[in-house]
């Protein structure tokens, strides 16, 4: 997966908890994405960072917060889970924007109960 | 909104066959097509792609042709193999905009 490392692979939480879950990648590009991928909807952007500690919102951010602190890692956090949040989270970079291929991590299995 | 779509939820060929998947796209302003291969529990995977001054582009096994009258995409897969069963999602982002919007996929299945 392009040097692309989610963690963790899985994950159940309870309603109202705060989660984390994170995006490594080895390959030194500029830019990263975080989707979600939910049944009917295909993926949906929530943020993107085009640098460090530079981030912008995607079309579904609402309950979501990000932070990139260094080139190799964004984070992406849910500060109180709700169930709607219950989903697939991919993570993916590219070298220049999404006017290029992006590169997909695994995804990370999140169920909020 | 302008959204991007498929016309088929499902595809089912025979191995051997040509596989056609399509994708409707709205937004008249998108420059750049692409089409991933999604594996039950991986994430989607790159196969081909198109900028908007194509109309066509063959890879291996692969052509994708867009038709941008009437604002459609299609994958064409030759010689489908059973390791091309797989969900199909096309995506389209606006000229120079970070906001790739994807199709709710196409399931293929290949029947030996």
């Known amino acids: 997966d392009a040097g692309i490392t989610q963690s963790p692979r899985h994950k159940v939480t309870e309603t109202g908890t705060p989660v984390t879950l994170r995006c490594h990648q080895t390959?030194?590009?500029?830019?990263m994405y975080w989707y979600r991928q939910d049944p009917g909807h295909g993926l949906r952007l929530i943020h993107y960072s085009y640098g460090v500690k530079d981030t912008d919102k995607g079309e579904v951010s609402d309950g979501y917060s990000v932070s990139r602190s260094k080139t190799e890692d964004f984070l992406l956090t849910l500060e109180s889970a709700t169930s709607s949040q219950t989903s697939v989270y991919f993570c993916a970079i590219s070298a220049q924007g999404t006017n290029e291929k992006l590169f997909f991590g695994s995804g990370t299995q999140l169920s909020v109960l | 909104g302008e959204s991007v779509g498929l016309h088929l939820p499902t595809l089912s060929v025979q191995e051997g066959d040509n596989s056609i998947i399509n994708c409707a796209y709205s937004n008249s302003a998108s420059d750049y097509f692409i089409w991933y291969k999604q594996e039950s529990g991986k994430g989607p995977q790159f196969i081909i792609d198109?900028?908007?001054?194509?109309d066509k582009r063959q890879g291996q096994r692969v052509t994708v042709l867009l038709n941008k009258t009437v604002k459609h995409l299609s994958l064409q897969i030759a010689a489908t193999q059973p390791g091309d069963s797989a969900v199909y999602f096309c995506?389209?982002?606006?000229?120079?905009?970070?906001?790739?919007?994807f199709g709710a996929g196409t399931r293929l299945t290949v029947k030996p």
């Open positions: 995506a389209e982002t606006p000229y120079n905009n970070n906001d790739m919007r």
């Open positions: 390959e030194n590009h500029r830019y």
């Open positions: 198109i900028r908007s001054n194509m």
